[in-house]
């Protein structure tokens, strides 16, 4: 993880979410860490509100607090990577989400680091917030920091999966915090009539990569029992630094967030959320 893109609402969230991002880029020892914000132009009707030299005026003195902001956050950091590159990015393009996804992008960010918003920050999340939809349309993987969450080092990661594509999970998870010297654990809820190939598939992988930082967690579930229910019980017990997941559409991915007593659960548990896409 070498460059960490932290977009930035100006709000109490995002400064957190940039604090949590510092505190990581730390830990993975980054290279780079660029925080971004996007000011657009508002217009009344066919009249834009500031004319662009004032909006241009305005985003140079946004960039330069946003500047004093990162200093003043690297301030209270001990021991913090004085190789560390830091730079700010103020534009007035069109649309956030697609500005936060694309500016990634060209930045060659490893990671967007955003914060959720509102007092259950994972439902915000899932109800049509700009987190949700970087998530949606980002190529870069995206960390979800729930409203005051504060950064601890990163130690152990749990993901739920189907072990249908355990495989390039594991590569991608592995891959992923190698720089950060975790342990990971892999829970499967086990329902009756499952194809116990799978299981048998993702032991042989871990066998194969002699991997001892990953452990797999089989569940034996009864069928009655809900799927995100046994997670979040589990998720408590374990007490992961991150959720991981693989978004999938029509999947456990669209059960656990289509329902808002899930929500409510996800949001009681309140831990940064890493997706990832396969």
């Not at 009539?193 to 990953?214: C, G, M, P, R, S």
Request: hydrophobic fraction near 40%.
């Amino acid at each position: 993880m070498k460059s960490i893109f932290v977009p930035t609402d100006l709000s109490a969230n995002s400064t957190n979410a940039l604090r949590y991002a510092l505190h990581l880029a730390k830990q993975a020892d980054a290279e780079k860490l660029v925080l971004f914000h996007h000011n657009p132009q508002i217009y009344t009707g066919d009249i834009p509100v500031l004319y662009m030299d004032d909006l241009n005026s305005l985003n140079s003195d946004l960039k330069v607090n946003l500047e004093k902001e990162i200093s003043r956050i690297l301030e209270t950091i001990p021991a913090m990577n004085p190789g560390l590159v830091t730079e700010v990015i103020v534009t007035t393009e069109t649309g956030a989400i697609t500005a936060i996804a694309e500016h990634a992008h060209k930045a060659n960010a490893d990671l967007i680091v955003m914060g959720t918003h509102g007092k259950t920050g994972l439902s915000r999340l899932v109800l049509g917030s700009v987190t949700a939809g970087v998530i949606e349309v980002s190529s870069v993987p995206v960390l979800a920091i729930p409203e005051g969450f504060r950064f601890k080092d990163v130690e152990h990661v749990s993901y739920a999966s189907s072990l249908h594509h355990f495989q390039k999970e594991f590569h991608l998870v592995k891959a992923f915090t190698s720089g950060l010297a975790v342990t990971v654990s892999v829970v499967h809820m086990r329902y009756p009539h499952f194809d116990n190939q799978y299981i048998a598939q993702a032991k042989h992988v871990l066998q194969e990569d002699k991997d001892v930082q990953t452990k797999l967690d089989v569940i034996d579930t009864p069928p009655e029992n809900r799927l995100v229910d046994q997670l979040v019980i589990y998720m408590r017990k374990t007490s992961p630094d991150w959720l991981v997941m693989f978004p999938e559409k029509r999947d456990w991915y669209d059960k656990i967030f289509l329902s808002s007593k899930t929500l409510e659960l996800m949001s009681e548990f309140r831990r940064p959320l890493l997706v990832l896409h396969r």
